[in-house]
Structure formats: structure tokens, C-alpha cells
Nanobody
Framework: VQLVESGGGLVQRGGSLRLSCVTS????????MTWLRQAPGMGLGWVAS????????YYTDSVKGRFTISRDNAKNTPYLQMNNLEPEDTAVYYC????????RGQGTQVTVSA
């Protein structure tokens, strides 16, 4: 199983980023996918998940209305569109197979300046 995130960077408050996660080594379309994040000095936290069959999406309260999780089963890739970013969103973002915390990729850094 391999998961490789990309799309992170440095943006100003109110900006947007779109994260991608190229996956391989498993039947992508059969699994839910999850985005996690770890802010400086904090533990790993759940951000959003998307169901494999229904495409139903779930979000932690702090990102509802700003972040959108999606997936392209033809490309074996989940995405996280992040709008109206806030400094509190600064973290390393990971994608994970399934609805848990592992396995996951190496992460991509998102930094939001005030």
C-alpha cells in the first residue's frame, strides 16, 4: 500500500489549496478514504472521510463549510479542497486508507499565515 500526498504550501488567511493523494497497492474504489492532520505540538486528528460506495462525506466541525473531500476512483486519488483557510489550519496533512489513521502517507505541509 502506498499513499503519496501533494498540494500543500504556504498561503495567506482566506486562501485556498487543493490536496491530492495518489494511491496504489489496494483496490481503491472499495475503501473509504480519510484525511488527517497534525498541527505543531499536537496529536494526529481526523479531518474528513468519504465513503467508498455512496460518496457520503463527513467532516470535523472546524472545517465544515470550508473543506470538501472528494475522490476519483478512475485515478485512485482522493482530494481535499480547502477554502477560506485560517492560521489554525496549519498542519501536516495526511491521507489514510479506510476510515482510520493507518496506513497513511508521508504527509504534505500546509502553512496559513495571518
Amino acid at each position: 500500500v502506498q499513499l503519496v500526498e501533494s498540494g500543500g504550501g504556504l498561503v495567506q488567511r482566506g486562501g485556498s489549496l487543493r490536496l491530492s493523494c495518489v494511491t496504489s497497492g489496494f483496490s481503491f474504489s472499495q475503501y473509504s478514504m480519510t484525511w488527517l492532520r497534525q498541527a505543531p505540538g499536537m496529536g494526529l486528528g481526523w479531518v474528513a472521510s468519504i465513503h467508498s460506495d455512496t460518496g457520503a462525506a463527513y467532516y470535523t466541525d472546524s472545517v465544515k463549510g470550508r473543506f470538501t473531500i472528494s475522490r476519483d476512483n478512475a485515478k485512485n486519488t482522493p482530494y481535499l479542497q480547502m477554502n477560506n483557510l485560517e492560521p489554525e489550519d496549519t498542519a501536516v496533512y495526511y491521507c489514510a486508507k479506510g476510515s482510520g489513521y493507518a496506513p497513511r502517507g508521508q504527509g504534505t505541509q500546509v502553512t496559513v499565515s495571518a
